[in-house]
């Protein structure tokens, strides 16, 4: 049946649509690298505290923007706040891409980079982290020194999903210097595990965009909260592509519970540091290779028997999340790292299966 209405002529080259996984819930969830406790305690709390006038309001966003911004130690001006970090990456390209316009990746990456960018009609450029799972600094040098025909949009996940790893400052530095007509977006989801930010250099470096989100450590993904992070003039141009409500009031209120209680996360990142330590150690001792990680995820090889063995975990009430198309082949699982008991019934579990 034909719909009689075209649609973007980007749209024809997309990949079909995968709906999202669903009946997560009850599972031990080491598919999305969510938090895997839960939010905060406080949080419910300040839930349970909403009137029915403040629901039936359109969100209002200057209180909350401002004590975001004293958290994250930036001017109010210099913070968005969006969607998450999926409509960050929206409103970037929103902005900033047109049909044919060049974007920049490294791959295997954060899918929705090429998803967005793909969508507008933009031309991506992919390039491939290597074997040791290194970012492709000297390529992507070369790339963006390419003047008029440089790409106006590099995404850089740091660390980066699903290979975990880091691109050090002192490379992102070189990036930036040689992004003279390139908006540089370091997607920080996982900074809270990593420790590694260049967000101070937002004053500096008048193309870099830091996005960092509520979905991760903070344990709010199903509310739908992220931060951008700009010199003020690239926020203010932004500012004016954002939709006018695009954050819901729950998400702030929500959002001042977590900052209200930063020993959670804390002890959170305390708890999945350690996991991930005794994680590595079970995988090397079953013979299964795995990657350095500086995130809440570890990506392992588990072989041809990859599909099997993630039924197998399924059966037991555990998800881990395949990712075949990462390095072109079976093998690639991603698994992401919960409190200490939850990671000790993973390598029970898998123990036996192997
Ligand atoms: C999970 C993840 C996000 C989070 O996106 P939200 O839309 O904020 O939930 C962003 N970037 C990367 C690299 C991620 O892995």
Redesign the pocket.
């Known amino acids: 049946m034909s719909l009689r209405v075209a649609t973007r002529r980007s749209f024809e080259r997309l990949a079909p649509y995968q709906a999202p996984v669903e009946g997560r819930a009850g599972k031990l969830r080491l598919d ?2 969510e938090n895997t406790e839960g939010c905060p305690p406080g949080v419910l709390r300040a839930l349970r505290r909403l009137t029915r006038e403040q629901v039936a309001m359109y969100p209002e966003y200057q209180a909350a923007t401002r004590r975001l911004a004293r958290f994250f130690r930036v001017r109010p001006e210099e913070l968005l706040l ?8 929206r409103l970037m390209v929103d902005t900033f891409v047109e049909e044919g316009t060049g974007v920049l990746l490294a791959e295997p ?2 899918t ?1 980079y090429r998803f967005y960018a793909a969508l507008a009609g933009a031309q991506v450029l992919a390039l491939r982290y290597d074997r040791a799972m290194r970012f492709p600094l000297d390529e992507a040098l070369h790339v963006l020194r390419r003047g008029a025909a440089a790409p106006r949009l590099l995404f850089i ?1 740091n660390p ?2 699903p290979t975990g790893t880091l691109v050090a400052p002192g490379a992102l530095e070189r990036i930036l210097k040689a992004a003279s007509r390139t908006l540089v977006v370091v ?1 920080e ?2 900074f809270e595990f990593s420790g590694v930010t260049v967000l101070p250099w937002i004053r500096r470096h008048e193309r870099l965009v830091v ?1 960092r ?4 450590a903070a344990g709010l ?1 199903g509310l ?3 931060c951008l992070f700009a010199n003020r003039r690239l926020a203010g141009v932004l500012r004016t592509a954002c939709s006018p409500f695009n954050v819901n009031s729950v998400a702030l209120v929500a959002a001042e519970a977590v900052l209200g209680d930063p020993g959670f996360v804390r002890r959170y990142v305390r708890q999945v540091t350690r996991s991930r330590a005794e994680l590595q150690k079970a995988l090397e001792r079953l013979g299964i290779r795995a990657y350095p990680s500086a995130a809440n995820f570890v990506l392992a090889d588990f072989g041809g028997r990859a599909p099997e063995l993630l039924r197998g975990l399924e059966r037991r009430g555990i998800l881990l999340r395949d990712r075949p198309a990462d390095l072109g082949r079976r093998g690639p699982v991603r698994i992401t790292v919960g409190t200490r008991a939850q990671t000790r019934r993973l390598i029970r579990e898998l123990e036996k299966l192997w």
């Not at 969006?82 to 990456?89: E, H």
């Open positions: 999305f690298n969006t969607n998450g970090v999926d409509d960050a990456l990456t954060f929705m996940a980066n999903n997607d989801a996982y996005l989100t509520f979905s991760k993904a739908r909260l992220g």
